[in-house]
């Protein structure tokens, strides 16, 4: 089955920089990467995604690119602010095989 | 619209004893899905179902996890008996599953302890 690796498990910025996850996936045959983010208590987000058809795909200060050669995709925040601070999944297929999760902390 | 509502939010029980977990999709949503998540790791897909078929449980311990969804439309997910390691937050979601739009969206968990 697939397995999908993410890193690194906690990540701390300040205010304005920016962030990267990254993650690699097992399976050649997975062509949906999506990127969730759990607030706490509450359950994942979808925030971006991509597919195997794409390169990068951004929205405002999140973009995503994928390496389908490599098996690696990575999440990019740019300007980060507090309320980014969460816990961010990458996933892989469309039946959501999950990463273990970064947990991002952005201070002021 | 309304999200994806599950209930109770927290359960405390002891091992042995059996507890189900109730969720509600966003209407008119087909593929309803229910994940285990246990602290500090990702979500594992627990069962899939297509409307009131199932379409993947492979990772459902069968010997003491069920889930039904009459109708189509609600689903519950049973546990009986709990052990201790299944101490996690049980996650419903649900997903148009139509064309390219397989965003899944996520109800709040329930928060299953068993001591």
């Known amino acids: 089955g697939e397995n999908v690796e993410q890193h690194p498990s906690t990540l701390s910025v300040q205010e304005g920089d920016s962030a990267v996850i990254k993650c690699t996936y097992s399976d050649s045959a997975s062509n949906y990467f999506p990127w969730y983010k759990q607030e706490l208590g509450k359950g994942p987000q979808l925030i971006i995604d991509i597919r195997s058809n794409v390169g990068e795909k951004k929205d405002q200060r999140i973009a995503v690119t994928l390496n389908k050669t490599a098996k690696h995709f990575s999440l990019h925040i740019t300007e980060t602010q507090p309320e980014d601070s969460a816990v961010y999944f990458c996933?892989?297929?469309?039946?959501?095989?999950f990463g273990k999760g970064t947990s991002l902390l952005v201070t002021p | 619209e309304a999200g994806v509502a599950q209930s109770p939010r927290y359960k405390i029980i002891e091992k042995r004893q059996s507890v189900a977990f109730w969720c509600n999709p966003i209407s008119g949503h087909a593929t309803l899905y229910w994940y285990q998540q246990i602290l500090g790791q990702g979500p594992k897909l627990l069962i899939q179902f297509q409307n009131n078929g199932v379409v993947d449980d492979s990772q459902l311990p069968k010997d003491r996890f069920s889930a039904e969804r009459l109708k189509g439309v609600d689903s519950t997910l049973k546990i009986q008996p709990a052990k201790l390691e299944d101490s996690a937050v049980y996650l419903c979601?649900?997903?148009?599953?139509?064309?390219?739009?397989?965003?899944?969206?996520f109800g709040p968990g329930t928060r299953l302890t068993v001591l």
């Open positions: 996933a892989a297929g469309y039946a959501l095989n």
């Open positions: 979601a649900s997903s148009s599953g139509t064309g390219n739009r397989y965003e899944q969206f």
